[in-house]
Nanobody, 125 residues
Framework: QVQLVESGGGLVQPGGSLRLSCVASGRTFSGSAMGWFRQAPGKEREFVLSISSTGTKTGYADSVKGRFTISRDNAKNTLYLQMNSLKPEDTAMYYC??????????????????WGQGTQVTVSS
């Protein structure tokens, strides 16, 4: 089992930045690819970014490429999401996810076994 707890969400103005964190406990964090997904009201949960178990490979959704960065610190069992140049359309609940079946990054919802409770990000002036 893996427990995931996100933090760092909040209200930010358009063009601003936020950094989300996800602390993992339970089974070996370094043996799992990780990802961030988001879900806006009335919409399906969508892939945002993913990172391999070693942190050397990443995958991004086109909508966030060049603005968001994913990273991980396996010594601290922590996953990060740095969000810059935020737009109102980035407003959503952001979820951290882990897969026990993939070492490389993956954008597919069904590949992930464990999910956090989410942290709300609101981009508004």
């Amino acid at each position: 089992q893996v427990q995931l707890v996100e933090s760092g969400g909040g209200l930010v103005q358009p063009g601003g930045s936020l950094r989300l964190s996800c602390v993992a406990s339970g089974r070996t964090f370094s043996g799992s690819a990780m990802g961030w997904f988001r879900q806006a009201p009335g919409k399906e949960r969508e892939f945002v970014l993913s990172i391999s178990s070693t942190g050397t490979k990443t995958g991004y959704a086109d909508s966030v490429k060049g603005r968001f960065t994913i990273s991980r610190d396996n010594a601290k069992n922590t996953l990060y999401l740095q969000m810059n140049s935020l737009k109102p359309e980035d407003t959503a609940m952001y979820y951290c996810a882990a897969t026990s079946r993939r070492l490389n990054f993956t954008p597919f919802f069904g590949d992930y076994d464990y999910w956090g409770q989410g942290t709300q990000v609101t981009v508004s002036s």
